[in-house]
C-alpha cells in the first residue's frame, strides 16, 4: 500500500483507556475528579509559597515550580481526553497530537530536573547547614530553574521537529489517552531510526542524569544524617526531605512501572492505563504529600484563606 505523507493524515483516534461504552460515564466523572483536585490543590501550593513571606526559601521556590510542571502536564492529555468522551468522539488533529506531544514532553521532563534540583537542595540544607543560604542564594536559584526550562524547552523543540520528518499509512488510531510520541513513532511508515535514536539519548540523558544525581544527593544526605549522634537530630533532618523522598519515589516507580508493564506486555491500551499513575495520580498526590506533617504549608495555607499576611 503506498504510504500517505503526513499532512495528508487529518486527525489520529485517540482509543483512550477503555472501549466499552457502560464505562465512559464513570471515567469522564473520575477523570475530572482527579484533574480538578491537580489543579486546585497544586494552584494552593503556588499560591501560598507566592503570598506568605516565609515560604520565600529555594525549597517552596522549587516546589512551587514544580507544583506549575504538574498543572502543565495534566492539563496537557486530561481536558482533551474529557472532550472526546463527553462527545463521544475519539479524533484529534495532526496539529493538536504534535501539540499534545510536545508539552507532553517538557513538562514530564521538567518534573524530572526539578526534582533533582529540590534533591540538589535538601542536600546542601543537610550536608552543608552553615553555608546553606550563602550557597542556594536567589541567583543560583533562578539560574537552576531557567536552566531546567531551557533544557526541557529545547529538548521538547527537538523530538517534536523530528516528528514532522514522519509519514503515515492508513492506520492512525492511538492506543492511548493522548497522542504519545512512541505511539506516533510506530505508527509511521517511514524511517524511524533517527526518532528512535534521538528518543533513547534524550531518555539516557535527561532522565538518567538526573536520576544519577537525587542518587549521589541522597547518598551524601544518608552519610550526614547516620554521622548525627542523637536520634532526635537524625529524626529532625530527615523530616526535612522526607516529603521530597516520597515524591522522588513515586514519580519515579510508577515510570518504571509503566515501562517494565510495556516491554512485558503487547496490550498497548493496558500500557495507557498504567500512564495514568505517573500522568495523572503524582501531580494529584504531590501537593497532599507535601501538606500533610509540614507545618509551614499548613500555615501558610490557614494565613491564605484567612486573609493574613
Excluded at 147 to 170: G, Y
Excluded at 216 to 234: E, H, N, P
Excluded at 276 to 305: C, E, H, W
Amino acid at each position: 500500500m503506498e504510504s500517505k505523507n503526513n499532512t495528508l493524515i487529518p486527525q489520529f483516534l485517540l482509543l483512550g483507556i477503555s472501549e466499552d461504552p457502560i464505562l465512559q460515564p464513570f471515567l469522564f466523572g473520575l477523570f475530572l475528579f482527579m484533574y480538578l483536585v491537580t489543579v486546585l490543590g497544586n494552584l494552593l501550593i503556588i499560591m501560598a509559597t507566592i503570598s506568605d513571606s516565609h515560604l520565600h526559601t529555594p525549597m517552596y521556590f522549587f516546589l512551587s515550580n514544580l507544583s506549575f510542571a504538574d498543572i502543565g502536564l495534566t492539563t496537557t492529555s486530561i481536558p482533551k481526553m474529557l472532550v472526546n468522551i463527553q462527545t463521544h468522539r475519539k479524533a484529534i488533529t495532526y496539529a493538536g497530537c504534535l501539540t499534545q506531544i510536545y508539552f507532553f514532553i517538557l513538562f514530564c521532563v521538567l518534573d524530572n530536573f526539578l526534582l533533582a534540583v529540590m534533591a540538589y537542595d535538601r542536600y546542601v540544607a543537610i550536608c552543608h547547614p552553615l553555608h546553606y543560604m550563602v550557597i542556594m542564594n536567589h541567583w543560583l536559584c533562578g539560574w537552576l530553574v531557567l536552566a531546567c526550562w531551557v533544557t526541557t524547552v529545547l529538548n521538547s523543540l527537538l523530538e517534536t521537529l523530528m516528528a514532522l520528518r514522519l509519514s503515515f499509512c492508513t492506520d492512525v488510531e492511538i492506543p492511548h489517552f493522548m497522542c504519545e510520541l512512541n505511539q506516533l513513532v510506530q505508527l509511521s511508515c517511514s524511517n524511524t531510526f533517527p526518532n528512535v535514536m534521538v528518543m533513547y539519548f534524550a531518555a539516557v540523558l535527561l532522565g538518567g542524569g538526573p536520576l544519577a544525581g537525587i542518587l549521589y544527593s541522597y547518598s551524601k544526605i544518608v552519610s550526614s544524617i547516620r554521622a548525627i549522634s542523637s536520634a532526635q537530630g537524625k529524626y529532625k533532618a530527615f523530616s526535612t526531605c522526607a516529603s521530597h523522598l516520597s515524591v522522588v519515589s513515586l514519580f519515579y516507580s510508577t515510570l518504571l512501572g509503566v515501562y517494565l508493564s510495556s516491554s512485558m506486555t503487547q496490550n498497548s491500551q493496558s500500557m495507557a492505563r498504567a500512564s495514568v499513575m505517573y500522568t495523572v495520580v503524582t501531580p494529584m498526590l504531590n501537593p497532599f504529600i507535601y501538606s500533610l506533617r509540614n507545618k509551614d504549608i499548613t500555615g501558610a495555607l490557614r494565613r491564605l484563606f484567612r486573609g493574613k499576611p
